[in-house]
């Protein structure tokens, strides 16, 4: 079986296409990896990229990205609405398929390693990669962004895992990590009514005695007249798509509404449609690689 | 996207595994092609073999198989309980991606072709590749077998589409073509009552008012005294897995029976399983290369 991981970094420049463009090009240019997909957002001054390929193609192309985004972003002249820290903002390197979490683990390490030797850039291991564990958490890592990063490294308790405890200059510092493959996942409701999908949202929130791994809102499609409840799911694994899909339709046919349709933006993992498959057929025994286009892929 | 064409090539040896392994050799060595499965049944003494990749590689990977069988297998010394008339007796070219039934027809064509240059082996094009309707159905055109195959041949209905109408004098003739994927689909039923099972065959079938594109039969597993309802479904693009999942539920349930589980045997192509994600999900606007495995393979 073919080793597969994701590897999606956000980058703090989303206005120049050509600092994009040039950021783009290392993993382009990396035998074993294939750029999937990549966004800009003007407002947030920054840009999110996913390739997947080859655990050491993807070392490879994070850290060209990251010395690209070295020579080519300024932190100290970046406006945007979303929080950062560094040119590089954020490194997180995913399981797809034939790696565990702890392999992701250690290509975080060595991509960590890399980029204090190399590029003079602190990291910060986050999420499954974490040295401690309020540094689990992304939020707690970048509070303070780039304009305190300084001080905030000069605490003992926030030295970077490596590198010294000073941002560097221009490309301040990056948190790289390890997480689980998020799917973004949306559930339309033949309703109009906000109201109605709020409740249902509450009812299906860990917090309020719903599902864990699920984070969800709702908000009206005003061109459908439909409610959807737009969610992430942390875990589509262990908190698979169908059974999202089946409380939402319970929870909403108890206020006589029908689940209209349903979207799955950008990637998914085949292991998580797979799990679909086997809840809905009552599929038994099913591989991933009977799935020829899969059996040709994989080794 | 990917061209994607999957091959199955059927040959008259299912005892002499030195034989079936010479024959797969040609396969192993093609460049853009990959061998997926292949399995021999000593009492047919016929193996089929499967493998998948770019539509020329695919043609090369056949040619290749069909010079081996040629070189190798008699079928004046042939017996088997299977039909055959050819040392390669079928090879059948079908779509699984980015690839028209039209183009799976020019490459059996194309093969067709060398193997008559080439291999001085007549072929008799089938199904989507038939240049004749009563040459659509593989049954039609093998019947006689090799014994009868020289007879057959002088009359100029039977002419072959490539070569003179005289068979191999070793290797006979070969059923060259082009179909839709096959998927070998069973469903089991929490009953072990046999005549239950055959009624339930008989709804789901064609003739008996049921669905197109189904071969059902009913059988009794033994181990878990469950009825299990075997089918081939030959068209699972415009009959989908769902559909008649659904059908063979709401029948069953007539009867107070529920579905205990089910299972794909051997390859499925990733569109048939897209299928049942709309359906079961209500999925919209999904594309197979947002699974990253897939958005990894294709071009």
Redesign the interface.
Known sequence: MAK?V?CVPNISEGRDSKVVEACLEPIRKTAGV?L?DYSSDVDHNRSVITF??SPDGCVEAAFGLAQQARELIDLNQHQGGHPRMGAVDVIPFVP??GVTMDDCVELAKKLGGRMWNELRIPVYLYEFAASRPERKNLANVRKGEFEGLAEKMQDPAWAPDFGDPAPHPTAGATAVGARI?LVAYNINLHTSDLKLGKKIVSCIREVKGGLVNVKAMALLLEDRQQVQISMNLVNPFDTP??RV?ELVRLEAERFGVS??????V?????EA?VK??EY???????K?H????????GE
Chains 1, 2 share one sequence.
Do not use: D
């Open positions: 597969i994701e294939k999937l997947a390929g797809v398929a493959f798509m169908y899909f689940i209209a349709g349903s979207e799955i950008g990637l998914v993992p085949m449609l679909n498959e809905f057929l009552r599929l038994e025994g099913f991933s009977q799935v020829v286009e899969m059996g040709l892929f």
